[in-house]
């Protein structure tokens, strides 16, 4: 599964999907690539990864840094004498930044969103308690005070109810 370059373990292929997608959208419709050509455009992109993820590995080290950034990898691109890839590498850094971006700020309109119901919900049953507590303060103070007997004739009528 493993094809070694130079001492370094390298994957054999990309996955036949992921590189039969790439390659088509690379040439016209209508070209054929022969499995021959499919199998080399993997191993060789696969060697470009490794030896790109190694030179931006070093890099790191060289900052003392363990976690590769996109910095790093740029630094390994310029390195490889492959600068073409510098601006599309940049706009797709870009156009996921921004999409990072916007997903926070959803997350944070949800969030929002989410505290105000809460706390509307809390005020509405907070007010319903409210009143149902206020309802029955003024029923105990009806009993212990003058309305004693509006408590007494109600009581009645449940009873004749039953």
């Known amino acids: ?16 999907f992921s590189t039969l997608r790439i390659i088509k959208e690379a040439l016209p419709e209508g070209v054929t690539v022969s499995k021959e050509a499919k199998n080399a455009i993997a191993r060789s ?7 790109a993820t190694s030179l931006a590995n070093d890099n790191a080290q060289s900052k003392k840094r363990k976690n590769l950034t996109a910095d790093d990898i740029l630094y390994a691109i310029h390195q490889l004498e492959c600068d073409e890839l510098e601006k599309p590498v940049k706009e797709a850094l870009a156009l ?8 926070q700020q959803h997350r944070r309109e949800k969030r929002a969103e989410n505290a105000v119901k809460n706390r509307e919900k809390k ?40």
Do not use: T, W
């Open 123 to 162: 005020q509405i049953e907070r007010g319903e308690k409210g009143e149902s507590e206020e309802i029955g303060r003024e029923y105990r103070h009806g009993l212990e005070g003058e309305n004693c007997d509006d408590a007494e004739d109600v009581d009645d009528e449940e009873q004749q109810m039953e």
């Open 45 to 51: 992109a696969a060697i470009f990864i490794l030896h």
């Open 1 to 16: 599964m493993f094809l070694r370059v130079e001492g370094c373990p390298v994957f054999r292929k990309l996955s036949g």
């Open 96 to 103: 996921f930044s921004q999409k990072k971006d916007q997903r």
